[in-house]
């Protein structure tokens, strides 16, 4: 039996005539040029069977049953009573009445606090307004009396100045 012939009954042992390559397990599907060569001088030595690399067992599961909903079904689940201390028997859905009223009352409360901002943007509105003209007239009483005390000290620099002439 030559060394290829030994080679095709177990490919696992690598003989000293082909060179080695990287050994394949059963289910691996990445083909032979993409995995990588070794030149070790441990390649010609016969090297013992590798324990076979087993894929890990797939789950099973149960089935979901079918998604299919016959059209005689209910479209709405009947209402479930709960016991008192659940939460969701602590807080029931509404009506279209209750959250009508909700609505109006939120609505109500809206439009007020609306009409207080309002009020009170246009009371600020006119205090900014006379705080204006307030500014405005002592910026003219100011002017008024850098004039006046600007003419007494030219008045007074021109006594000083005739009164040492003398």
């Known amino acids: 039996m030559s060394s290829y ?33 070794s030149n070790n001088s441990t390649d010609t030595d016969e090297t013992p069977n590798r ?13 979901s049953g079918t998604n299919v909903i016959p059209r005689e079904a209910p479209t709405e689940a009947p209402p479930q009573q709960f016991p008192p201390d659940d939460a969701r028997a602590m807080s029931p859905r509404r009506s ?21 901002m309002q009020s009170g943007l246009e009371a600020i509105a006119t205090q900014i307004e006379t705080v204006s003209k307030n500014c ?3 910026d003219k009483q100011n002017q008024a009396l850098q004039d006046a005390i600007g003419d007494m000290t030219r008045s007074l620099s021109r006594e000083s100045l005739t009164s040492k002439k003398k």
Do not use: C, W, Y
């Open 96 to 116: 279209s009445e209750e959250t009508d009223k909700m609505l109006v009352s939120a609505r109500l409360s809206i439009e007020r606090r609306a009409h207080d």
């Open 51 to 63: 324990s076979k690399l087993s894929r890990p067992q797939f789950m099973s599961r149960k089935s």
């Open 136 to 138: 405005e007239s002592l």
């Open 5 to 37: 012939s030994s080679h095709l009954d177990d490919p696992f042992q690598t003989s000293s005539a082909i060179p080695s390559i990287v050994q394949s397990t059963p289910g691996n599907t990445t083909p032979p040029s993409s995995q990588s060569t």
